[in-house]
């Protein structure tokens, strides 16, 4: 239970800097995700907050306390790790409560801590056994029950879903957001998958190169997206973008329309603004269709709904709605109003 | 080996190595074992009748015997827990980012090249040495009176000499464990409060009972049969006070020119070793599992 504050939060590795300077408020009980392309520093800025990276230059301050100067254990957060980073010789209840062994708590107290987290996480026929001898899904729960057993005042997970099958990754997911809600703590998640950021966070911050491209909900982000980034990166299949006289035609350098956004219709004739194109690809995924097709604007992504007909070769009108078009200026900022 | 036509393959093709193997070491054990039933000495041509036990009886009842077993297990014992407790120290300190690593790297590693015959001497005659050696040269430099090593303390002297031969090996191995240890299980602890001192008994040693088991079994197997640093230093004595089970049986059949007596001893290592081998896998073994 904690805001968590950042202030011009650098960090170099020798010569090369990873984060330039980043501003951020986490509001206490919140869920925040970062998010970004591989290597974009989000794993960089999380283990600053952590404590396992020594900042450059800025101030992170949990509940209004500077704690640069404070070792990890110290700042009261607890990480979950991309690779669960068990202790291979414990069992699930030495490495639940090593933490608390650590901080020199009472043997009854353990235990009934140890006892409820593994409770909480379906994890009591489990206790005695080693991590080798769990499955998958089982020792990230270990990893989490590691973490929330000490009670701490946030959460940090990095990439925690990474090593899961699709099916399982979807369920800890729900549950790692469930949990987090049930406890209020307030918890950054990191991922370079943007499906995880928008069902999971209450905000998302969009990382690019070590900075923040948007910092707000996920619906705000699919919405208002604040730049070409943003845009290209929130949402899937991502954004259709087209320069040139379209785009001039609305005083933008570029527009960009979602792929559920633009609406298909058979044939070569359509209203004014619609493009016309040819199909090359059909995705039928049964409760969706995505098509891709080309037209004199390069190609452009359609999402609709349900089943239709369509094939490869065939023509097809694309028409977008014209009220939900992104329009963007040459930074790449998005011009509102 | 998936099928079963490249197992036969894989067996018809090893076949003839491991026949050769066999041939190899059960030759010798056999003529051992059929020596250590015979009156066999070098200086008594009447030399090769059947005795029975005779030799093993001797060998046993020789109190030579019980100090030398003695000997040879606080030999094995003292060398086993110095290069284990060393090796896990200057291993650990490695693991160390360190300037000029390279070089430290090599010189922990370099008496392992050395042979024994040769580090013998140069302890015996360079360093414990109680007229010219260092330590001497130490010793009277801090006004203290020099220890005579091979007169007052031959069995720590050879414990030491032998020590610092194991202690490369040791350290190698134990450095090669230390860095396959996850990085982020090291963070994990550290996040979970633990200090150097909790990390180091909770998560490195934890980490190390594998690789330690390795070394206490390798260790011991080539420790049993320390010879030549015996043989080069103190030769056994003074008495018998550095007399092990490999020099014993080596005195029997070189000195006393006894070869039954000495193969009997010989059989009598061999049951030794492997008490000891399957003594310690007992022990340690089940670090090796899975
Ligand atoms: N210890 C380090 N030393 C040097 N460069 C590093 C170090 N850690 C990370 N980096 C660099 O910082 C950048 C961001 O890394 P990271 O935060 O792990 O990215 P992400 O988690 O977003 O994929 C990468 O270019 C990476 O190479
Ligand atoms: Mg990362």
Redesign the interface.
Same mark, same amino acid.
């Given at each position: 239970m904690a805001s968590i504050t950042l202030q011009g939060v650098r960090k170099t590795f020798g010569a090369v800097e990873v984060i330039p300077g980043v501003d951020l408020a986490i509001e206490d009980k919140s869920f925040v995700v970062f998010v970004g392309p591989s290597g974009c520093g989000k794993s960089t800025l999380l283990r600053l907050i952590?404590g396992?990276e020594d900042v450059t230059a800025g101030q992170i301050r949990i509940d209004g306390v500077d704690v640069v100067q404070v070792?990890?254990?110290?700042r009261g957060?607890?990480?979950v790790?991309?690779?669960y980073?068990?202790?291979?010789?414990?069992s699930v209840r030495g490495n639940i409560a090593?933490?608390l062994k650590?901080?020199g708590m009472n043997k009854a107290e353990i235990d009934r801590r140890v006892t409820a987290a593994a409770a909480t996480l379906n994890l009591t026929p489990y206790l005695d056994r080693k991590p080798?001898d769990l499955s998958g899904g089982q020792r990230q729960r270990v990893a989490i029950g590691?973490a929330i057993v000490?009670e701490p005042k946030g959460f940090l997970f990095d990439e925690p879903l990474s090593n899961l099958d699709a099916a399982l990754r979807v369920q800890m997911r729900l549950e790692i957001a469930t949990l987090q809600k049930s406890l209020g703590t307030t918890a950054i998640y990191v991922t370079h998958d943007q499906v995880e950021a928008m069902t999971m966070a209450d905000k998302i911050v969009v990382l690019n190169a070590g900075r923040i491209e948007q910092y707000g909900s996920p619906l705000e982000l699919y919405e208002r997206p604040a730049n070409l980034f943003v845009a290209g990166f929130i949402g899937s299949p991502k954004m259709n973008f087209v320069t040139g006289a379209p785009a001039a035609a609305l005083g933008a350098a570029t527009i960009g329309v979602r792929p559920e956004h633009v609406a298909v219709r058979p044939g070569a004739d359509g209203p004014r603004g619609s493009w016309s194109g040819r199909v090359t690809v059909a995705e039928h995924l049964g409760s969706d269709t995505f098509l891709f097709a080309d037209t004199e604007l390069g190609t452009v992504t359609v999402r609709a709904a349900g089943e239709i007909g369509l094939k490869p070769g065939d023509s097809v009108r694309l028409i977008p709605d014209s009220a939900r078009i992104h329009r963007f200026d040459q930074a790449g900022r998005a011009i509102r109003g | 080996m998936a099928t079963r036509q490249t197992q036969i393959l894989g067996r018809s093709v090893t076949a003839p190595s491991v026949l050769l193997l066999l041939a190899w070491s059960l030759a010798p054990l056999a003529a051992t074992i059929y020596f250590s039933f015979t009156y066999y000495n070098l200086l008594n041509p009447a030399s090769g009748q059947f005795v029975g036990i005779d030799n093993y009886s001797y060998f046993l009842t020789d109190p030579a015997f019980l100090a030398s077993l003695k000997n040879t297990l606080v030999l094995v014992g003292s060398v086993l827990v110095i290069t284990v407790v060393l090796g896990t120290l200057v291993a650990v300190l490695m693991n160390q980012p360190v300037i000029g690593l390279n070089i430290v790297r090599l010189m922990v590693i370099a008496p392992f090249f050395v042979m024994p015959t040769v580090s013998a001497l140069v302890w015996k005659n360079l360093l414990m040495h109680p007229v010219s050696g260092l330590f001497a040269w130490i010793a009277n430099s801090l006004g203290l009176h020099p220890i005579d090593w091979f007169a007052n303390a031959p069995m720590l002297a050879v414990i030491l000499i032998v020590a610092w031969q194991w202690l490369p090996f040791a350290t190698l191995i134990l450095l090669t464990a230390l860095q396959s240890l996850?990085g982020?299980?090291l963070?994990?602890?550290?996040?979970?409060? #633990?200090?150097p001192f909790?990390t180091f008994f909770?998560?490195t040693l934890?980490?190390l009972?594998r690789p330690i088991t390795v070394v206490i079994l390798i260790e011991t197997i080539f420790l049993l049969s320390v010879f030549a640093e015996i043989f080069v230093t103190t030769g056994g004595g003074p008495g018998l006070a550095t007399t092990n089970i490999a020099f014993l049986i080596y005195s029997q059949a070189l000195i006393q020119y006894d070869v039954g007596g000495a193969s009997a001893g010989g059989i009598v290592a061999v049951i030794l070793a492997n008490i000891v081998a399957t003594f310690l896998v007992r022990l340690v073994g089940k670090n090796l599992e #899975?």
């Amino acid at each position: 239970m904690a805001s968590i504050t950042l202030q011009g939060v650098r960090k170099t590795f020798g010569a090369v800097e990873v984060i330039p300077g980043v501003d951020l408020a986490i509001e206490d009980k919140s869920f925040v995700v970062f998010v970004g392309p591989s290597g974009c520093g989000k794993s960089t800025l999380l283990r600053l907050i952590a404590g396992l990276e020594d900042v450059t230059a800025g101030q992170i301050r949990i509940d209004g306390v500077d704690v640069v100067q404070v070792p990890p254990a110290k700042r009261g957060l607890s990480m979950v790790f991309q690779s669960y980073a068990l202790y291979p010789h414990m069992s699930v209840r030495g490495n639940i409560a090593f933490a608390l062994k650590m901080a020199g708590m009472n043997k009854a107290e353990i235990d009934r801590r140890v006892t409820a987290a593994a409770a909480t996480l379906n994890l009591t026929p489990y206790l005695d056994r080693k991590p080798r001898d769990l499955s998958g899904g089982q020792r990230q729960r270990v990893a989490i029950g590691r973490a929330i057993v000490r009670e701490p005042k946030g959460f940090l997970f990095d990439e925690p879903l990474s090593n899961l099958d699709a099916a399982l990754r979807v369920q800890m997911r729900l549950e790692i957001a469930t949990l987090q809600k049930s406890l209020g703590t307030t918890a950054i998640y990191v991922t370079h998958d943007q499906v995880e950021a928008m069902t999971m966070a209450d905000k998302i911050v969009v990382l690019n190169a070590g900075r923040i491209e948007q910092y707000g909900s996920p619906l705000e982000l699919y919405e208002r997206p604040a730049n070409l980034f943003v845009a290209g990166f929130i949402g899937s299949p991502k954004m259709n973008f087209v320069t040139g006289a379209p785009a001039a035609a609305l005083g933008a350098a570029t527009i960009g329309v979602r792929p559920e956004h633009v609406a298909v219709r058979p044939g070569a004739d359509g209203p004014r603004g619609s493009w016309s194109g040819r199909v090359t690809v059909a995705e039928h995924l049964g409760s969706d269709t995505f098509l891709f097709a080309d037209t004199e604007l390069g190609t452009v992504t359609v999402r609709a709904a349900g089943e239709i007909g369509l094939k490869p070769g065939d023509s097809v009108r694309l028409i977008p709605d014209s009220a939900r078009i992104h329009r963007f200026d040459q930074a790449g900022r998005a011009i509102r109003g | 080996m998936a099928t079963r036509q490249t197992q036969i393959l894989g067996r018809s093709v090893t076949a003839p190595s491991v026949l050769l193997l066999l041939a190899w070491s059960l030759a010798p054990l056999a003529a051992t074992i059929y020596f250590s039933f015979t009156y066999y000495n070098l200086l008594n041509p009447a030399s090769g009748q059947f005795v029975g036990i005779d030799n093993y009886s001797y060998f046993l009842t020789d109190p030579a015997f019980l100090a030398s077993l003695k000997n040879t297990l606080v030999l094995v014992g003292s060398v086993l827990v110095i290069t284990v407790v060393l090796g896990t120290l200057v291993a650990v300190l490695m693991n160390q980012p360190v300037i000029g690593l390279n070089i430290v790297r090599l010189m922990v590693i370099a008496p392992f090249f050395v042979m024994p015959t040769v580090s013998a001497l140069v302890w015996k005659n360079l360093l414990m040495h109680p007229v010219s050696g260092l330590f001497a040269w130490i010793a009277n430099s801090l006004g203290l009176h020099p220890i005579d090593w091979f007169a007052n303390a031959p069995m720590l002297a050879v414990i030491l000499i032998v020590a610092w031969q194991w202690l490369p090996f040791a350290t190698l191995i134990l450095l090669t464990a230390l860095q396959s240890l996850d990085g982020e299980q090291l963070e994990a602890a550290e996040m979970d409060g #633990a200090g150097p001192f909790s990390t180091f008994f909770y998560i490195t040693l934890a980490h190390l009972a594998r690789p330690i088991t390795v070394v206490i079994l390798i260790e011991t197997i080539f420790l049993l049969s320390v010879f030549a640093e015996i043989f080069v230093t103190t030769g056994g004595g003074p008495g018998l006070a550095t007399t092990n089970i490999a020099f014993l049986i080596y005195s029997q059949a070189l000195i006393q020119y006894d070869v039954g007596g000495a193969s009997a001893g010989g059989i009598v290592a061999v049951i030794l070793a492997n008490i000891v081998a399957t003594f310690l896998v007992r022990l340690v073994g089940k670090n090796l599992e #899975a």
